[in-house]
């Protein structure tokens, strides 16, 4: 570890060489959120053997250091800050296993790419940067500390366990962001809104017949990134379907289950449910029209969503009161942009993701993630959902806040990362504040006064298979990263 890049013929001749080493072996063990463990004990087993000290602290995070280069005794220490897990979808027809398969990439064109599931660059291309550092011996710097954290994908866990004390520098860069030439300095905070509700079986009609409904072919992408570009969510869009299709047909209603992941849009979602016998063929041309209409809808934005109807074995039904329970309250609930920001021009300041549901006749729950770049914004959203919800008294808690990361303007660290920029690649960069949620904000409210800027390669699609980065922008950050730590005196 890094293997040589050469046993990867997808990353033959990509530069810098020693990052895409690393990321191959990222790409090679499997590092969903909370099962990170395989490629974090390789990763101390390298440092180790390159003499770097390592721990493992009690949240599972690593923690590698790295003492400062000859001559560079007086230079402040820095810390290199990244997250060891991804985010794991895949397409309806992948087989892929994230416990145990390999993420396979491939290029196309200027891009690194994996069709059908998360490349996970989103952040392994990050950590890769972080651990060609630590791996180089010709990179100038002062005292280095690498904090790689897990489980930030499912809910910054371990961010929240870093404790205080641990981390020696005053500067930190967060190697977490996708839009190159740009600086973040502040990004949104959040929490959860968990539903569950029990349930209360029904039988299903003598002389009815179990179908199925799934909705598919959606963009999906990242629930804050990319929550203002109005893209298709498949548990909305169904949950609609099934309403139209409840006022036109005697619907009993089996199940319904969409989404995979808090922090993703959801792409898929699909439902069982019975109609009187016979009624299919009308059921067919209502679900066509249905389906011409959504389409007309998302043209521009998700022109491949569709709708397939096929035969299902429906051995029980939900209750008819549970049925208008879950099916009015999803309809009713919100999803998408709640606020534009008033002080950062075309940023996201509130919205919200209704990310998974799971509802059976014997019980369901579901999931919405709230987020804000005022910590008042997502706790009074949570609220109204949790609202919602008890209209009908169904509980739905809220856990996993986590605060945001508050913008500083005047910070010393972003004049020299803009300078180095300038220099380095005679333009000016941008700088930012971000919708989606970074760890930044966690860290530094256990780290007070810890000046904090965060940048990375340009990715688009993160969180939805066919994610991908641009590879030259990776060598570009390779290049910036360097001359900032060399600049840091």
């Not at 710097?141 to 005053?170: N, Q």
């Not at 942009?337 to 019980?363: C, I, K, Q, W, Y």
């Not at 919800?389 to 808690?397: N, Q, R």
Request: charge should be negative; include cysteine; charged fraction near 20%.
């Amino acid at each position: 570890m890094p293997q040589s890049s050469t046993a990867h013929p997808v990353f033959s001749g990509l530069q810098p060489a020693a990052v895409w080493a690393h990321f191959a072996t990222l790409c090679r063990i499997p590092r969903a959120s909370k099962h990170e463990a395989a490629l974090r004990d390789e990763l101390l087993a390298w440092a180790g053997g390159r003499g770097l000290a390592a721990e493992v602290d009690a949240a599972g995070n690593l923690l590698i250091r790295k003492p400062t280069t000859a001559g560079r005794e007086q230079s402040p220490g820095v810390v290199l800050q990244a997250h060891l897990d991804m985010v794991c979808q895949k397409n309806g027809d992948s087989k892929h296993d994230f416990l145990r398969d390999p993420i396979v990439p491939t290029r196309d064109g200027g891009w690194l790419v994996a069709d059908k599931t998360t490349l996970g660059a989103d952040n392994g291309i990050g950590v890769a940067l972080i651990l060609a550092v630590l791996d180089s011996e010709d990179i100038a710097h002062g005292p280095l500390e690498a904090l790689l954290t897990v489980d930030e994908e499912a809910g910054m866990g371990g961010a929240r366990g870093l404790a205080p004390g641990v981390l020696h520098g005053r500067l930190m860069l967060n190697l977490d962001t996708e839009d190159w030439g740009e600086f973040y300095l502040g990004c949104a905070g959040g929490l959860d809104v968990n539903v569950e509700r029990p349930g209360r079986l029904g039988t299903v009609p003598d002389g009815h017949q179990g179908w199925q409904i799934a909705l598919h072919g959606l963009r999906g992408g990242h629930s804050g990134v990319e929550i203002h570009e109005e893209r298709g969510n498949a548990i909305k869009l169904l949950v609609r379907v099934l309403h139209q299709l409840e006022q036109d047909f005697p619907l009993r209603l089996a199940a319904l289950k969409g989404g995979t992941a808090r922090n993703a849009l959801p792409r898929e979602a699909v439902a069982s449910f019975v109609l009187p016998a016979g009624m299919g063929e009308r059921l067919a041309a209502e679900v066509a029209e249905l389906q011409a209409l959504l389409r007309s809808e998302l043209q521009g934005v998700d022109d491949g969503v569709a709708l397939a109807v096929s035969p299902d074995a429906v051995s029980a039904v939900l209750a008819r009161e549970e049925q208008a329970v879950w099916l009015a309250t999803l309809q009713a609930a919100p999803h998408g942009v709640r606020r534009m920001s008033r002080h950062v021009p075309g940023v996201v300041e509130t919205s919200n993701n209704l990310g998974m549901v799971d509802l059976l006749p014997a019980s369901g729950s579901c999931n919405f993630m709230v987020r804000s770049l005022l910590d008042s914004g997502s706790t009074a959203l949570a609220d109204e959902i949790v609202s919602l919800w008890a209209l009908s008294g169904t509980a739905a808690s809220t856990e996993g806040y986590y605060p945001g990361w508050a913008p500083n303007p005047a910070s010393a660290l972003l004049k020299t990362c803009q300078a180095v920029y300038k220099s380095e690649f005679g333009a000016d960069s941008a700088v930012q504040v971000i919708h989606a949620g970074l760890e930044c904000g966690i860290i530094g409210a256990k780290y007070p006064g810890l000046d904090i800027v965060s940048f990375g390669p340009t990715i688009r699609g993160a969180h939805a298979p066919g994610e991908r980065v641009d590879i030259a922008s990776v060598a570009r950050c390779w290049q910036l990263l360097t001359a900032i730590l060399a600049e840091l005196r």
